[in-house]
């Protein structure tokens, strides 16, 4: 079975704050693709990152940032000197690496502020 | 190049009425899906296509929910007759080229989302 947890169910942050949002899965599959996507309010889902299982090299775009840890099964998302168009929800999701089926699975979202 | 286009974006319907969305994926795109997203909650996958071929649909609530997608391109995912837990958005989405879905090449694929159809059930 697939699963993944974003424990943060909310956070709220002042423009120009570092946050971090945290993910971790669960799978028995051992090649496999994470993904982040970021939900604004208008509500289509922006694809952000995709990493697969074999690359644990951190990654680094413009403002974002992130960290992949196959030892702890996480795949955390740090925003840094954040901004208000940066408020949306951030989702995390896991895919594995198959013929066919291709079940994206997400987790339960984190919601984040940025307050002016 | 054109996105997932939905319709209707929102729907408010009573329970045990039926509704039907639309969904046009990106042109080219083999793969569609369909996800069922709760509020508050991640998506849900309810069913693949690829092509006109359904390729899991192990989440769809197949008393009430049908989707098909006949032609290999545009799909309708209809409720009937809708319950209460029912209100979600759908969200539409659709990946893989089709040229590359020939050459065997999956799980990388990034799925583009629509805007999504939010239902609500009265």
């Known amino acids: 079975a697939q699963k993944v947890t974003q424990a943060q169910t909310e956070i709220s942050v002042v423009e120009k704050e570092d946050v971090t949002l945290d993910c971790v899965y669960e799978?028995?599959?051992?090649?496999?693709?994470l993904f982040w996507y970021k939900q604004p309010p208008s509500g289509e889902l922006v694809f952000l990152i995709r990493?697969?299982?074999?690359?644990?090299q951190n990654e680094i775009s413009g403002r974002y940032s992130w960290n992949f840890q196959k030892s702890t099964s996480s795949f955390n998302f740090t925003i840094t000197a954040s901004q208000v168009v940066d408020s949306a929800v951030y989702f995390c999701?896991?895919?594995?690496?198959?013929?066919?089926?291709?079940?994206?699975?997400f987790g339960q979202g984190t919601r984040l502020t940025i307050n002016p | 190049e054109a996105g997932v286009a939905q319709s209707p974006r929102y729907k408010i319907i009573e329970k045990r009425q039926s509704v039907a969305f639309w969904c046009n994926p990106i042109?080219?795109?083999?793969?569609l899906y369909w996800y069922q997203q709760i509020l508050g909650q991640g998506p849900k996958l309810l069913i693949q296509?690829?092509?006109?071929?359904?390729?899991?649909d192990s989440q769809l609530p197949k008393d009430r929910f049908s989707a098909e997608r006949l032609k290999g391109v545009d799909s309708t995912l209809k409720i009937q007759p809708a319950k209460l837990e029912d209100s979600a958005v759908y969200l539409c989405?659709?990946?893989?080229?089709?040229?590359?879905?020939?050459?065997?090449?999956?799980?990388?694929?990034?799925?583009?989302f629509g805007a999504g159809s939010r239902l609500t059930v009265l």
């Open positions: 989405a659709s990946s893989v080229p089709r040229g590359r879905v020939r050459q065997g090449v999956s799980g990388a694929n990034v799925l583009t």
């Open positions: 799978t028995r599959d051992t090649t496999y693709y």
């Open positions: 990493r697969n299982s074999f690359d644990e």
């Open positions: 999701a896991l895919r594995p690496l198959i013929q066919g089926a291709q079940k994206l699975v």
């Open positions: 042109s080219g795109h083999a793969t």
């Open positions: 296509f690829q092509n006109n071929g359904v390729v899991d």
